[in-house]
């Protein structure tokens, strides 16, 4: 059986990558989105177990220190991280994981798993994304201007990752997502046996 493929996008806060990915999903039946794990308070339509797992400062470092993860980050205020058990089951039964990550997060599971495809979502502009924050009423002064500071750091990373998909439409975004999964599943190098002749001794 082919391994299923791992799916890592990632995207600056405001890009709208919640939506896109959600449109992914549901266009692929076979793709299961990896759950994270974080320290940070649910936001408000935000579910435990189906958006993150919510835990606790203490319950995160007591899962470090039991090597439960496969990576981890802290940011300003909070931990995240990707739980092995949401990764190497799955992937090794045919079934295809979508991850969201930070750019930080992204270039450790690449490391860890060199096969994996990842994805950058791209603002139209800056401009674009800077009303976007700053519409979403939710930030203060001082929230929105890391959140400024962080968008042109994890700029730099964008040429490191396979794809960068502009979201100008999110249907659009999402279905050209949907293309480059499809297209990965049909890579020389994922499949199992392309030796359709089979001379006989």
């Known amino acids: 059986?082919?391994?299923?493929l791992l799916v890592?996008?990632?995207?600056?806060?405001?890009?709208?990558?919640?939506?896109?990915?959600q449109m992914v999903?549901?266009?692929?039946?076979?793709?299961?989105?990896?759950?994270?794990?974080?320290?940070?308070?649910?936001?408000?339509?935000e579910t435990d177990g189906v958006n993150y797992y919510f835990l606790s400062e203490s319950e995160f470092e007591e899962k470090i220190a039991k090597g439960e993860f496969v990576e981890y980050t802290r940011t300003f205020t909070n931990y995240y991280g990707t739980l092995r058990?949401?990764?190497?089951?799955p992937v090794a039964a045919g079934v295809d994981i979508l991850m969201e990550l930070n750019v930080v997060g992204a270039a450790n599971?690449?490391?860890?798993?060199?096969y994996c495809v990842t994805v950058f979502v791209c603002p139209p502009s800056y401009e674009a994304l800077k009303a976007r924050l700053v519409g979403r009423g939710t930030e203060s002064e001082e929230?929105?201007?890391?959140?400024?500071?962080?968008?042109?750091?994890?700029?730099?990373?964008?040429?490191?990752y396979d794809y960068a998909v502009t979201n100008v439409v999110a249907k659009?975004?999402?279905?050209?997502i949907v293309g480059i999964i499809n297209s990965e599943h049909l890579r020389t190098s994922r499949a199992d046996d392309l030796d359709i002749f089979h001379p006989e001794d």
């Open 85 to 89: 058990s949401e990764i190497d089951g």
């Open 143 to 160: 929230s929105l201007r890391r959140r400024l500071n962080e968008i042109e750091a994890e700029s730099r990373s964008i040429p490191y």
């Open 109 to 114: 599971i690449k490391k860890l798993y060199p």
């Open 8 to 21: 890592v996008i990632s995207g600056f806060s405001g890009v709208g990558k919640g939506t896109v990915i």
């Open 25 to 45: 999903l549901d266009a692929l039946p076979n793709l299961r989105f990896s759950v994270s794990c974080t320290t940070r308070a649910p936001r408000p339509g």
């Open 1 to 4: 059986m082919a391994k299923g």
């Open 172 to 176: 659009e975004c999402a279905d050209k």
